[in-house]
T-cell receptor
Framework: GENVEQHPSTLSVQEGDSAVIKCTYS??????FPWYKQELGKGPQLIID?????GEKKDQRIAVTLNKTAKHFSLHITETQPEDSAVYFC??????????FGKGTMLLVSP | DAMVIQNPRYQVTQFGKPVTLSCSQT?????MYWYQQKSSQAPKLLFH???????NEADTPDNFQSRRPNTSFCFLDIRSPGLGDAAMYLC????????????FGPGTRLTVL
């Protein structure tokens, strides 16, 4: 089955800096890669996703890149703000399978 | 507007006392999922329904059951909760399986005394 590795487990940045979270996956047939943000005591919320026919996708301060050859994808957050502090999960899935999540990254943005 | 609703948000039960958690959705999605999430861990899929078709994960204990009486509602039944079942239980929906976006509810925090 699919295995998703996520790094780092904790990331501390200053407000205004950029943050990068990286994930690798094992199943070359995986073709859907969402990123979720989970605030304390709440359910995960989708913030951006990318499919295998696209190499990069951007939504305001958030971007995701995908390298299918290397089987890794990354989340980039620019101009970080304190409200970006949360746990971020990457995930991967292939046709006819369910999502496999990474273990999560706790992002702390200091004012 | 809430799209995936979970009730209650907090549930306290006693060891061995059956408990039912509820999930409803206004998205008219075909697929409904139940996840268990323990502290500082990723969500772990317990099972999902594709329409009325129930799909159990191989490592989901028999203690966990689910019902989906109609498109909008799905229930998680824990027949005899143990201390190790204390967790956040998340419901999610998607229009279709696999590569379709999943939308999560706010979760139900279960405490077992």
């Amino acid at each position: 089955g699919e295995n998703v590795e996520q790094h780092p487990s904790t990331l501390s940045v200053q407000e205004g800096d950029s943050a990068v979270i990286k994930c690798t996956y094992s199943d070359s047939a995986s073709n859907y890669f969402p990123w979720y943000k989970q605030e304390l005591g709440k359910g995960p919320q989708l913030i951006i996703d990318i499919r295998s026919n696209v190499g990069e996708k951007k939504d305001q301060r958030i971007a995701v890149t995908l390298n299918k050859t290397a089987k890794h994808f990354s989340l980039h957050i620019t101009e970080t703000q304190p409200e970006d502090s949360a746990v971020y999960f990457c995930a991967a899935s292939r046709r006819y399978s369910t999502l496999t999540f990474g273990k999560g990254t706790m992002l702390l943005v200091s004012p | 507007d809430a799209m995936v609703i979970q009730n209650p948000r907090y549930q306290v039960t006693q060891f061995g006392k059956p408990v039912t958690l509820s999930c409803s959705q206004t998205l008219n999605h075909n697929v409904m999922y139940w996840y268990q999430q323990k502290s500082s861990q990723a969500p772990k899929l317990l099972f999902h329904y594709y329409d009325k078709d129930f799909n159990n994960e191989a490592d989901t204990p028999d203690n966990f059951q689910s019902r989906r009486p109609n498109t909008s509602f799905c229930f998680l039944d824990i027949r005899s909760p143990g201390l190790g079942d204390a967790a956040m239980y998340l419901c999610a929906t998607s229009r279709d399986r696999s590569t379709d976006t999943q939308y999560f509810g706010p979760g139900t925090r279960l405490t077992v005394l």
